[in-house]
């Protein structure tokens, strides 16, 4: 599509709505992800520990000690990248153990794809805030570039073509559907002697029939009146 091999959003305005797009898109990502991550340890809140009367399991509790080291992790370095190495596993174990917690490699791998989902995409949101009045920012500093702007900018244009096509599609297979239907109606008519003199015949046409012989009979007193004269006038001469 010639939306995606386009390089530069056009205006301002075009901006700012990419950037709208993009911010309410990562926001029901965020939900679902912190969703998640919250099932992943159970009820923490005071309302669920206290006045529900829930409480975590072990494994939940170990959950919510894993994703505190994370989260020092993330911290410490927000641009980490998606993967943990080694050596962060091997300290995260050695912390978790001192909290009563022997926590597997594939324990801590398996929470971290949540943690740092719900991180991405919170890093993604400030980047769309900060990208707002990037339009024009950007010919002056590469901090402004946001090439996610112009991502969800050629994404909103397909989507935009998209529905354009669709709505064109959708009007043309109506108008079909009602040029077939009135043509039936027609045809139905057609063979239809009283149906035809129903559509035909009504009260405005009946009074222009009238109309059209009072006329014809007016024409015709006239003449007769006109021929009635001529007569008397050679009779007086």
């Known amino acids: 599509m010639s939306a995606l091999d386009d390089k530069d959003v056009p205006s301002a305005e075009q901006w700012q709505s990419a950037c709208n797009f993009m911010s309410a898109s990562l926001k029901k990502y965020i939900k679902q992800a912190e969703d998640d991550l919250n099932a992943l340890v159970g009820p923490t809140a005071f309302y669920d520990r206290w006045i529900r009367w829930k409480s975590q399991s072990h494994i939940q509790a170990e959950r919510s000690a894993v994703i505190e080291e994370f989260r020092k992790v993330l911290l410490s370095e927000p641009n980490h990248g998606n993967k943990l190495f080694m050596d962060e596993i091997i300290s995260i174990q050695r912390s978790l153990k001192s909290k009563g917690?022997?926590?597997?490699?594939?324990?801590?791998k398996y929470t971290w794809n949540f943690v740092y989902k719900l991180h991405f995409m919170r890093r993604a949101e400030e980047t769309a805030v900060k990208c707002q009045k990037g339009y024009v920012l950007r010919q002056h500093s590469h901090e402004y570039a946001c090439p996610q702007v112009e991502f969800f900018w050629r994404v909103q244009q397909v989507m935009k073509s998209s529905a354009h096509t669709l709505r064109v599609q959708i009007m043309d297979r109506e108008v079909r559907q009602v040029e077939q239907q009135v043509k039936v109606i027609l045809d139905t008519i057609a063979l239809d002697e009283a149906k035809k003199k129903e559509l035909i015949r009504g009260d405005a046409v009946d009074k222009a029939e009238q109309l059209k012989q009072v006329r014809l009979v007016q024409e015709k007193l006239d003449a007769f009146k006109e021929a009635l004269m001529k007569q008397q006038k050679r009779t007086m001469a």
Do not use: G, I, K
Not at 101 to 108: A, K, Q
């Open 101 to 108: 917690y022997n926590t597997s490699e594939e324990e801590l």
